[in-house]
């Protein structure tokens, strides 16, 4: 054999790499200019699972990264293949979820002058990414490779991109290139001066309320979080992101706060006058909605220091390990708090509206009878994905979440599509979980050509098609502040037929009663399947009515 036909390439490297940092999985659709690369693929451990839209890919990767913690890998070539991939990418910058997206660019030899697919992809990429560059050697690879996952998994997490020139891909490499080895960012202790500084703050409090977002999640502190509410007798509310970090069925549970009006859960930051918020982003969930008078004093406790916004005034910031955190300041709190009924009349109002739900036995069905009966079907460590719209406030209100991440949502750039093409990355994360994919029908068209992925690959899922014939939340947005809706409203495909054309299992349901047996059904089958459930959205205003008449305090 010549020299030539054993030499390595740059492609060889880069898989190497990405084994090197532990990656299983690359979702994506090769092009001509990164043939090399997909090829060495198929001579290492990860599997690359081709998708049918690199939109979907993305998601993909962003799903994989939220329930591992290890980013995911997002491949495409360059030009549209590449630009396809950004909508993904900013969701999970947005999301604060690591990802490493990886495209082909054109070579080094007419990337500086007019030319065929030539876009300045790094530029691009620069504003919805944490890092974006592109590779100008394959002696800058391993360097390259480390510093993007290094970026992508550190707090805060996100994306990042890489382009690789195809003349940089296929080149043959020097003698002694290798990846560079692990160095993983280590969380820290909290400072012990601000930690006796919330101390103080909590001395003299009257009505403190705990907001646990996104952040507490990726620190796996929910445990930690359960002791500081227990010791200090404090109630605790999430964001949508952080729903299950606080189990739903604790008593100091007050559910998710993020409603596009004053919820329940609303009234008790209305009498608080401190807020610890753990592990929360401002992107989660806008501060003025629980803030508005800029009168109360927050302990932000996170790994890092807060964003600047004028309601989120932070009076100390607890930054370390959050879990670490916690259990300081727990230490260095002296008394226990008297839990009024607020929280218990919220916990009472919110399991009376679920079962309610449950008895509703119209036809289309209610919102809550839907919600009601995907919780009947699932267990306590299932995954469901609630796409953005209609199905994102019903579920996120209102669907009891007791673990963390399993009930998933888009809150910081509410990107519609995300949840079939995220199913398919929850289950490869999770494959002993049952993963359900919760879409209105206008999400549902966006990516349900990853249905073939699914059924391709053998990665078994349920979708529930909420179905009304119409963009739901933005006529449910325009009859609230317009009094009339328009240009919301389309056709759809016959779903079972649309689920069978792609080789999985349809499902049309026709009475109220048919549903959860259809979901248990579908749920315990190992294959993919797509129920399709007509939901009658008329129950968005009587919410938002009743809502708006609600009077505190509570």
């Known amino acids: 054999m010549s020299a030539q036909a054993t030499q390595r390439t740059a492609a060889q490297l880069i898989v190497q790499a990405l084994e090197a940092e532990g990656v299983e999985y690359v979702f994506g659709i090769p092009g001509e200019e990164n043939i090399h690369f997909v090829d060495a693929l198929n001579d290492s451990s990860i599997r690359y699972v081709l998708v049918r839209h690199e939109q979907g890919a993305a998601f993909m990767a962003e799903i994989y990264g939220r329930l591992t913690g290890k980013a995911g890998v997002a491949s495409a070539t360059l030009g549209p293949g590449a630009i ?174 993020g409603f596009m009006r004053h919820d329940y859960v609303n009234f008790g930051f209305d009498e608080a006058d401190v807020l610890i918020t753990v592990g929360y982003e401002l992107q989660e969930f806008d501060p003025v909605k629980i803030n508005p008078a800029r009168d109360k ?33 727990g230490d260095a709190v002296h008394r226990r708090f008297t839990m009024n009924g607020t929280g218990e009349k919220i916990r009472r109002m919110l399991r009376e509206e679920l079962e309610e739900g449950r008895e509703e036995d119209g036809f289309p069905l209610s919102p809550r009878r839907v919600v009601s009966d995907i919780r009947a079907a699932m267990g306590r460590e299932d995954i469901v994905l609630a796409d953005t719209g ?36 929850a289950k490869l994360a999770h494959p002993r979980r049952k993963v359900l994919a919760a879409t209105g029908d206008g999400a549902f068209l966006m990516n349900s050509q990853e249905l073939e992925t699914a059924v391709r690959e053998r990665i078994p899922f349920v979708v529930l098609v909420w179905e009304d014939g119409a963009y739901g939340l933005i006529e449910w947005k325009m009859d609230l502040e317009l009094g009339r809706d328009s240009h919301v409203a389309f056709g759809n495909p016959d779903f079972v037929k649309y689920a069978e054309s792609f080789g999985a299992r349809g499902y049309r349901i026709s009475s109220a009663g048919e549903l959860l047996p259809t979901l ?12 399709a459930v007509p939901v009658d959205y008329s129950a968005n205003l009587g919410l938002t009515d009743k809502l708006g008449e609600l009077t505190g305090p509570f």
Do not use: C
Request: charged share 20%.
């Open 84 to 257: 396809n991939l950004q909508l993904g990418v900013a969701d999970a910058t947005t999301n604060s979820t690591p990802v490493v997206a990886i495209t082909a660019q054109v070579g080094l030899d007419r990337i500086y002058k007019e030319s065929h697919q030539v876009v300045d992809l790094v530029s691009l990429f620069r504003p919805i990414t944490k890092w974006s560059e592109l590779a100008p050697s394959p002696q800058a690879l391993p360097e390259l490779i480390r510093k993007a996952f290094k970026t992508a998994q550190t707090e805060r997490p996100g994306a990042v991109y890489l382009a690789i020139p195809e003349d940089v891909e296929s080149a043959p490499l020097p003698e002694g290139l290798a990846p560079l080895p692990l160095n993983v960012v280590r969380p820290q202790d909290p400072s012990p001066s601000q930690v006796a500084r919330a101390a103080e703050i909590l001395a003299t409090a009257r009505r403190p309320i705990v907001l646990a977002g996104h952040g507490a999640t990726r620190a796996g502190a929910s445990d930690a979080l359960v002791r500081f509410s227990e010791k200090l007798g404090l109630p605790v509310a999430t964001t949508f992101n952080g729903k299950g970090v606080f189990p739903d069925d604790h008593r100091h549970a007050l559910g998710a706060v």
């Open 390 to 425: 209609a199905v994102k406030m019903w579920m996120a209100r209102m669907y009891p979440t007791y673990e963390p991440n399993t009930m998933l949502v888009s809150n910081g750039l509410s990107s519609m599509g995300f949840s079939v093409p995220g199913a398919l990355a």
């Open 297 to 329: 004093k927050i302990i932000h406790v996170h790994r890092f220091p807060a964003e600047v916004d004028d309601h989120y005034p932070v009076a100390v910031g607890v930054h370390g390990d959050i879990s670490r955190s916690l259990h300081a300041l």
């Open 520 to 531: 248990r059904k579908a749920l315990a089958d190992d294959v993919v399947s797509v129920i």
